[in-house]
């Protein structure tokens, strides 16, 4: 035990040398010194198809619109790191720390909206305790109202519609059509299917008042077996349209139980498409499920999207681009990089306020500053195999854009008091 | 070196460890492993030392965790007005209540009955978390802030070294505790009670009462565990009570070896640095991690640190360096073809055309590299088979005082 | 409101008798063997999963026979180099060595045919309506899983009770010592039973699949129930399996097809809570939502009110 004295020291030596070496060719290479992003998402379990996807997008995106034409800020490129957070509140904060201990000062994140929000909430903390090492939160996918309203923060910004943002074009597309006069509402039994089932009550009820709701059941989420004693009640209540949140699982065995029981109504949802369930819905449930996203579905015109899809599938057959607003997230992240001249977390902050970027698709995106929350076209999508030119999971299938609601009409109040940080 | 030195030495070594290692992740890890250690051994009081065998003890250290996170609101709130540093004391408490409480009824039996009982807790525990939003927060947890009440001589736990500071003072003095209660009468009877429930009521003592007195301590240390991890994390959600988190502790103390008082602190350590570290190289470490315990559970039923313990005869009888060669013998082989195996699974799992490992460059579409892959494996196993008999020799000379044959302590 | 209740027992059965398939194996290889297989659920989801491959090539009918064949196989290797490996060792390290079986068959699962939901469908032959009833259509499919329950059920209860080798597993139930001395091979009908029981537990998973889904956490999703099913029913009960599989299938079925809840109990009552009660949570709970968790609910009552289980002769 006599070692450990002596030791103590010699290996606090060797970290400063390093330190200091490292310190002296800093100022040489910080022209080339590259920009790097953590993508934390889950890689492992469950869920981690959705990860994997997203990570691949954002790697590939990073290459192909940047690091290949000499990267941003004159040089310096994106270095992309998948961490994963296992699906878990507490492993996304492991993982926050590792990144930033490794020097990385820009985060992505999005798939479930309990981690997103447990990582937004560690984050500005973090940001407000370490002022010298502050991090930024591109959230990409998790559409909790709550993320960019009650517990909005200066550091988070997000990428997608938000689920009352989605629900007013669900209910608009649904008090469009006379034949739908009795709704039923089913989801997970947590905060984000009880916001859906909450959402579409009030917001039918100012559209169209004589639309009566029939149902409004949560079930367990992951837990049920079979979705029959459900589907029965649905059919005895003689709903002529279903609106669900539901989403993994508990979706494909939801719809397969409507499809199984030759109940031919319009099923609305979020996220009934992509990673296999594209594939397993297949046939039966052509014509018969809508899903509203942002970032415009089939057919795909606009040139850009198309050769970006082509150079991302040659390189990955088996994939498809699930969540083109990684894409936007990312060219706004580099024009506001640009902008400002740095990439600094505060300065990119500043700069993505109130900046408006062209998609791939041609669209405009609109970063509002009142609450970080991104606006752009919202659209209604069917699944089919008919009139498509990208289809998903290889299947033949995909989504085609039915119903496109503009820009400036999915724009909602905000409700963020922000405190901004003073630099 | 008396128990006492080694007390010491521990102290010493948590004292001295994040000036070492001073990153943010190091220092996260090392937090992570302190709250591992109370945790797997406050499970092992139940398992190890009183033949429990529990599908649900996260519900000890989840239920504990959510109230030391309702305190810390309280606190910041100020409704309540107390030092962070006895959070985990909250989280302790009433990991106890819940374990008293559910103990009253579920120490009846040992074996299956109370198995089937955990496991049924820990199920309506769990589900009724994501039901009960107003207590528990629903799939988006219960979150604190750890910096608010009173200083704590200056510090407000802003950082992540204070927060490991006072994660590793109430770990030395939970494991101190829970190391004192083994050799106390209680601890004592609990494995009397494990060994043989019968004649520990034949002496005079009540098989469920000794049963119920390490289930509630074992709750009492749980909860403490679930206090740090509110502290560190300043959330808790639903995960930190379920079936999964039951497991894993399950796993720790297992793998670590179930017989010893430091087998668990060994489980907690080694898969904290599974959990954090592999997971960042392969996204199939949980496949890794499912051999390595079958393994564990096939080979070496009494855990790493029983590994570790076989060797005592061996050193005592000072005839280590018999193994040296053996053991080097049998690891190149082992270790070549452990490398192969993995980079086979690896390879098959391979999106891209090419597959870089270990410096390595394969092509996973081609026949070449699974050929080279497979004939490396098939060599190594084949030279194990043969180094392995002789290891066995070696094992048993070096087990064995000379000219005094027969006496063996186990076989790797 | 009748036909909620007719599909809702005819939903009940077909859960219900799907469990039995599971339960049926899992209480003969712990009543036999003392040994309270975790991985019983993952062979049911190899089933499906061996299944889907295999209707790939040949189509659904062949599958139904070879994937609970070659389920059975894998589950007989594991008894034979895993689990009488660890059987020295004591219990608690069998059921340990099963939870981590569990868990590696979960990965291993992952590892070939990927994390995301598999199309694996009913044949064709049996993708109609067997009648249709207020408008709902009851696919002969569900039919035909309820023929193979019940006749899977009849085969064992005959085999147990009518053959040879029925009455010396019987005997090894309730006597596994006296059956050894006797010189019949224990090991041998340790190993066969853990396959049979694998076995039956793939063929579930093969027919159960397409209704389903087929995904990696189909094991975990039903494993605790069937766990449940045989404490419930009692250890060596294959009667007591059957009552506790119907029991909890109707049971949750009826419990979902309610539209009862606590605001009805408290209006019976004339009790009323304010809007912002703090333990609205509870005020508001409705049957449909506390389903799921209901046999967890009735385990824990049985078994400390009933530790031998409904129709068990023995505690564990």
Same mark, same amino acid.
């Given at each position: 035990?006599?070692?450990?004295?002596?030791?103590?020291?010699?290996?606090?030596?060797?970290?400063?040398?390093?330190?200091?070496?490292?310190?002296?060719?800093?100022?040489?290479?910080?022209?080339?010194?590259?920009?790097?992003?953590?993508?934390?998402?889950?890689?492992?379990?469950?869920?981690?198809?959705?990860?994997?996807?997203?990570?691949?997008?954002?790697?590939?995106?990073?290459?192909?619109?940047?690091?290949?034409?000499?990267?941003?800020?004159?040089?310096?490129?994106?270095?992309?790191?998948?961490?994963?957070?296992?699906?878990?509140?507490?492993?996304?904060?492991?993982?926050?720390?590792?990144?930033?201990?490794?020097?990385?000062?820009?985060?992505?994140?999005?798939?479930?909206?309990?981690?997103?929000?447990?990582?937004?909430?560690?984050?500005?903390?973090?940001?407000?305790?370490?002022?010298?090492?502050?991090?930024?939160?591109?959230?990409?996918?998790?559409?909790?109202?709550?993320?960019?309203?009650?517990?909005?923060?200066?550091?988070?910004?997000?990428?997608?519609?938000?689920?009352?943002?989605?629900?007013?074009?669900?209910?608009?597309?649904?008090?469009?059509?006379?034949?739908?006069?009795?709704?039923?509402?089913?989801?997970?039994?947590?905060?984000?299917?009880?916001?859906?089932?909450?959402?579409?009550?009030?917001?039918?009820?100012?559209?169209?008042?004589?639309?009566?709701?029939?149902?409004?059941?949560?079930?367990?989420?992951?837990?049920?077996?079979?979705?029959?004693?459900?589907?029965?009640?649905?059919?005895?209540?003689?709903?002529?349209?279903?609106?669900?949140?539901?989403?993994?699982?508990?979706?494909?065995?939801?719809?397969?139980?409507?499809?199984?029981?030759?109940?031919?109504?319009?099923?609305?949802?979020?996220?009934?498409?992509?990673?296999?369930?594209?594939?397993?819905?297949?046939?039966?449930?052509?014509?018969?499920?809508?899903?509203?996203?942002?970032?415009?579905?089939?057919?795909?015109?606009?040139?850009?999207?198309?050769?970006?899809?082509?150079?991302?599938?040659?390189?990955?057959?088996?994939?498809?681009?699930?969540?083109?607003?990684?894409?936007?997230?990312?060219?706004?992240?580099?024009?506001?990089?640009?902008?400002?001249?740095?990439?600094?977390?505060?300065?990119?902050?500043?700069?993505?306020?109130?900046?408006?970027?062209?998609?791939?698709?041609?669209?405009?995106?609109?970063?509002?500053?009142?609450?970080?929350?991104?606006?752009?076209?919202?659209?209604?999508?069917?699944?089919?195999?008919?009139?498509?030119?990208?289809?998903?999971?290889?299947?033949?299938?995909?989504?085609?854009?039915?119903?496109?609601?503009?820009?400036?009409?999915?724009?909602?109040?905000?409700?963020?008091?922000?405190?901004?940080?003073?630099? | 070196?008396?128990?006492?030195?080694?007390?010491?030495?521990?102290?010493?070594?948590?004292?001295?460890?994040?000036?070492?290692?001073?990153?943010?992740?190091?220092?996260?890890?090392?937090?992570?492993?302190?709250?591992?250690?109370?945790?797997?051994?406050?499970?092992?009081?139940?398992?190890?030392?009183?033949?429990?065998?529990?599908?649900?003890?996260?519900?000890?250290?989840?239920?504990?965790?959510?109230?030391?996170?309702?305190?810390?609101?309280?606190?910041?709130?100020?409704?309540?007005?107390?030092?962070?540093?006895?959070?985990?004391?909250?989280?302790?408490?009433?990991?106890?209540?819940?374990?008293?409480?559910?103990?009253?009824?579920?120490?009846?039996?040992?074996?299956?009955?109370?198995?089937?009982?955990?496991?049924?807790?820990?199920?309506?525990?769990?589900?009724?978390?994501?039901?009960?939003?107003?207590?528990?927060?629903?799939?988006?947890?219960?979150?604190?802030?750890?910096?608010?009440?009173?200083?704590?001589?200056?510090?407000?736990?802003?950082?992540?070294?204070?927060?490991?500071?006072?994660?590793?003072?109430?770990?030395?003095?939970?494991?101190?505790?829970?190391?004192?209660?083994?050799?106390?009468?209680?601890?004592?009877?609990?494995?009397?009670?494990?060994?043989?429930?019968?004649?520990?009521?034949?002496?005079?003592?009540?098989?469920?009462?000794?049963?119920?007195?390490?289930?509630?301590?074992?709750?009492?240390?749980?909860?403490?565990?679930?206090?740090?991890?509110?502290?560190?994390?300043?959330?808790?959600?639903?995960?930190?009570?379920?079936?999964?988190?039951?497991?894993?502790?399950?796993?720790?103390?297992?793998?670590?070896?179930?017989?010893?008082?430091?087998?668990?602190?060994?489980?907690?350590?080694?898969?904290?640095?599974?959990?954090?570290?592999?997971?960042?190289?392969?996204?199939?470490?949980?496949?890794?991690?499912?051999?390595?315990?079958?393994?564990?559970?096939?080979?070496?039923?009494?855990?790493?640190?029983?590994?570790?313990?076989?060797?005592?005869?061996?050193?005592?009888?000072?005839?280590?360096?018999?193994?040296?060669?053996?053991?080097?013998?049998?690891?190149?082989?082992?270790?070549?073809?452990?490398?192969?195996?993995?980079?086979?699974?690896?390879?098959?799992?391979?999106?891209?055309?090419?597959?870089?490992?270990?410096?390595?460059?394969?092509?996973?579409?081609?026949?070449?590299?699974?050929?080279?892959?497979?004939?490396?494996?098939?060599?190594?196993?084949?030279?194990?088979?043969?180094?392995?008999?002789?290891?066995?020799?070696?094992?048993?000379?070096?087990?064995?005082?000379?000219?005094?044959?027969?006496?063996?302590?186990?076989?790797? | 409101?009748?036909?909620?209740?007719?599909?809702? @027992?005819? #939903?009940?059965?077909?859960?219900? /008798? $799907?469990? =039995?398939? +599971?339960?049926?194996?899992?209480?003969?290889? !712990?009543?036999?063997?003392?040994?309270?297989?975790?991985?019983?659920?993952?062979?049911?989801?190899?089933?499906?999963?061996?299944?889907?491959?295999?209707?790939?090539?040949?189509?659904?009918?062949?599958?139904?026979?070879?994937?609970?064949?070659?389920?059975?196989?894998?589950?007989?290797?594991?008894?034979?180099?895993?689990?009488?490996?660890?059987?020295?060792?004591?219990?608690?390290?069998?059921?340990?060595?099963?939870?981590?079986?569990?868990?590696?068959?979960?990965?291993?699962?992952?590892?070939?045919?990927?994390?995301? @939901?598999? #199309?694996?469908?009913?044949?064709? /032959? $049996?993708? =109609?309506? +067997?009648?249709?009833?207020?408008?709902?259509? !009851?696919?002969?499919?569900?039919?035909?899983?309820?023929?193979?329950?019940?006749?899977?059920?009849?085969?064992?209860?005959?085999?147990?009770?009518?053959?040879?080798?029925?009455?010396?597993?019987?005997?090894?139930?309730?006597?596994?010592?006296?059956?050894?001395?006797?010189?019949?091979?224990?090991?041998?009908?340790?190993?066969?039973?853990?396959?049979?029981?694998?076995?039956?537990?793939?063929?579930?998973?093969?027919?159960?699949?397409?209704?389903?889904?087929?995904?990696?956490?189909?094991?975990?999703?039903?494993?605790?129930?069937?766990?449940?099913?045989?404490?419930?029913?009692?250890?060596?009960? +294959?009667?007591?399996?059957?009552?506790?599989?119907?029991?909890?299938?109707?049971?949750?079925?009826?419990?979902?097809?309610?539209?009862?809840?606590?605001?009805?109990?408290?209006?019976?009552?004339?009790?009323?809570?304010?809007?912002?009660?703090?333990?609205?949570?509870?005020?508001?709970?409705?049957?449909?939502?506390?389903?799921?968790?209901?046999?967890?609910?009735?385990?824990?009552?049985?078994?400390?009110?009933?530790?031998?289980?409904?129709?068990?002769?023995?505690?564990?």
């Amino acid at each position: 035990m006599k070692l450990l004295p002596s030791a103590v020291p010699r290996l606090h030596l060797l970290a400063q040398i390093a330190t200091a070496f490292s310190l002296a060719f800093s100022g040489l290479a910080l022209a080339q010194e590259p920009i790097k992003i953590a993508f934390i998402d889950p890689q492992s379990g469950v869920f981690a198809a959705t990860g994997e996807s997203g990570f691949m997008v954002l790697d590939f995106a990073a290459d192909y619109f940047y690091n290949d034409k000499g990267g941003v800020l004159g040089g310096r490129k994106f270095e992309v790191t998948a961490l994963d957070n296992k699906s878990s509140a507490a492993e996304s904060q492991l993982q926050l720390r590792r990144a930033i201990s490794e020097g990385t000062q820009i985060v992505f994140s999005g798939n479930g909206s309990a981690v997103a929000s447990a990582l937004s909430t560690a984050i500005e903390r973090h940001n407000r305790r370490n002022p010298d090492s502050q991090v930024l939160f591109i959230n990409y996918a998790a559409v909790d109202p709550i993320l960019t309203g009650a517990d909005c923060n200066f550091w988070h910004f997000r990428f997608d519609a938000h689920s009352d943002m989605k629900m007013e074009v669900m209910t608009s597309h649904i008090a469009k059509n006379p034949a739908i006069t009795k709704v039923y509402i089913i989801g997970q039994d947590y905060s984000f299917g009880k916001a859906v089932g909450d959402a579409a009550i009030s917001m039918l009820a100012a559209k169209r008042p004589d639309i009566e709701i029939v149902g409004n059941e949560l079930h367990p989420i992951g837990q049920v077996k079979d979705f029959t004693p459900y589907i029965t009640k649905i059919v005895s209540s003689g709903a002529n349209a279903v609106i669900t949140g539901n989403w993994g699982a508990d979706m494909v065995a939801l719809g397969r139980g409507i499809m199984d029981a030759g109940l031919e109504v319009p099923i609305y949802t979020f996220y009934a498409a992509y990673d296999g369930i594209t594939a397993t819905l297949g046939e039966a449930g052509k014509d018969q499920i809508y899903v509203v996203h942002n970032d415009f579905a089939n057919p795909v015109t606009a040139p850009l999207r198309l050769e970006f899809t082509a150079a991302y599938e040659a390189k990955n057959p088996h994939q498809d681009i699930t969540q083109p607003r990684i894409v936007n997230a990312l060219m706004m992240l580099a024009t506001a990089i640009e902008k400002a001249g740095s990439a600094e977390p505060y300065d990119i902050a500043i700069a993505m306020e109130d900046m408006r970027i062209t998609t791939m698709t041609g669209e405009e995106l609109w970063m509002r500053r009142d609450d970080h929350q991104a606006f752009q076209n919202l659209n209604i999508s069917v699944h089919t195999n008919e009139g498509i030119n990208i289809d998903t999971d290889n299947s033949g299938f995909a989504l085609r854009t039915e119903f496109v609601v503009p820009r400036d009409e999915t724009i909602t109040q905000s409700s963020c008091r922000m405190t901004r940080p003073q630099q | 070196m008396g128990k006492l030195t080694i007390w010491i030495v521990f102290a010493a070594v948590l004292l001295v460890l994040p000036q070492i290692f001073d990153s943010v992740l190091s220092l996260s890890i090392f937090t992570q492993m302190t709250i591992a250690i109370i945790f797997a051994l406050s499970y092992n009081m139940l398992l190890g030392q009183g033949g429990m065998l529990s599908f649900g003890h996260a519900v000890y250290f989840g239920l504990g965790g959510f109230l030391a996170v309702h305190a810390m609101m309280m606190i910041e709130f100020e409704t309540l007005s107390f030092s962070i540093t006895l959070i985990p004391l909250v989280g302790g408490v009433f990991g106890l209540l819940a374990a008293l409480f559910i103990g009253s009824f579920s120490t009846h039996k040992a074996g299956t009955v109370f198995a089937m009982i955990s496991l049924g807790i820990g199920e309506l525990v769990a589900a009724s978390s994501l039901i009960l939003v107003s207590f528990f927060g629903g799939e988006a947890g219960v979150s604190g802030d750890r910096t608010f009440g009173p200083p704590f001589f200056g510090i407000d736990f802003a950082q992540d070294d204070h927060v490991y500071y006072l994660a590793a003072a109430w770990m030395f003095f939970a494991v101190l505790c829970m190391y004192l209660f083994t050799q106390t009468p209680a601890g004592r009877m609990a494995n009397a009670v494990r060994d043989n429930p019968e004649r520990a009521e034949f002496i005079g003592y009540s098989a469920r009462r000794v049963r119920f007195i390490s289930f509630a301590m074992a709750g009492f240390f749980a909860g403490i565990a679930g206090g740090i991890f509110a502290v560190n994390y300043e959330i808790l959600t639903e995960e930190n009570l379920n079936a999964a988190t039951s497991g894993r502790v399950l796993l720790m103390a297992y793998i670590g070896g179930l017989g010893f008082f430091i087998g668990p602190v060994v489980g907690a350590v080694v898969l904290t640095l599974i959990n954090s570290l592999l997971s960042n190289y392969t996204d199939l470490w949980m496949l890794y991690l499912g051999i390595l315990f079958l393994l564990t559970v096939m080979f070496l039923p009494r855990g790493l640190t029983g590994l570790l313990m076989m060797h005592r005869v061996a050193w005592q009888l000072g005839r280590m360096r018999l193994l040296l060669l053996p053991y080097t013998l049998t690891a190149i082989p082992g270790a070549v073809f452990i490398l192969g195996m993995i980079a086979m699974i690896e390879m098959s799992h391979a999106e891209d055309a090419e597959f870089v490992y270990l410096g390595l460059a394969l092509a996973p579409a081609g026949y070449g590299s699974w050929a080279l892959l497979l004939s490396v494996t098939a060599v190594a196993f084949f030279i194990l088979r043969r180094t392995l008999p002789r290891l066995h020799e070696a094992w048993a000379e070096a087990n064995t005082l000379p000219r005094l044959q027969g006496h063996k302590d186990g076989r790797p | 409101m009748i036909e909620v209740l007719i599909f809702a @027992t005819l #939903n009940g059965l077909v859960t219900g /008798l $799907l469990l =039995f398939m +599971l339960a049926s194996g899992l209480t003969l290889i !712990f009543s036999m063997m003392g040994v309270l297989n975790f991985a019983h659920a993952s062979f049911y989801m190899l089933g499906a999963y061996f299944a889907y491959s295999i209707s790939l090539y040949t189509g659904f009918w062949p599958a139904l026979i070879i994937a609970p064949l070659l389920v059975g196989v894998v589950g007989a290797l594991v008894e034979r180099y895993g689990l009488r490996r660890v059987h020295k060792s004591g219990h608690v390290a069998e059921l340990v060595f099963t939870f981590g079986l569990a868990f590696l068959i979960e990965e291993a699962v992952q590892l070939f045919w990927g994390r995301s @939901t598999i #199309n694996y469908e009913s044949p064709t /032959l $049996l993708d =109609f309506p +067997l009648f249709t009833l207020f408008g709902q259509n !009851f696919p002969v499919y569900k039919a035909f899983m309820i023929f193979i329950s019940v006749s899977i059920f009849i085969g064992l209860y005959f085999v147990l009770t009518r053959t040879r080798i029925g009455i010396i597993i019987q005997a090894a139930i309730t006597h596994p010592n006296t059956v050894a001395n006797l010189g019949h091979n224990v090991p041998f009908i340790f190993m066969a039973v853990f396959g049979v029981g694998s076995g039956l537990a793939g063929l579930a998973g093969v027919i159960a699949g397409p209704v389903l889904t087929t995904f990696p956490g189909m094991a975990t999703v039903l494993g605790s129930i069937v766990f449940v099913i045989v404490v419930i029913g009692g250890l060596g009960s +294959l009667a007591g399996a059957l009552v506790a599989s119907l029991l909890i299938g109707l049971l949750q079925s009826y419990a979902i097809a309610s539209d009862v809840g606590m605001q009805d109990l408290l209006d019976l009552l004339g009790v009323s809570f304010a809007a912002d009660h703090p333990l609205n949570d509870i005020w508001r709970l409705t049957l449909p939502q506390i389903a799921p968790i209901m046999p967890f609910l009735l385990l824990v009552l049985v078994l400390i009110f009933r530790p031998s289980g409904l129709l068990g002769k023995r505690e564990g």
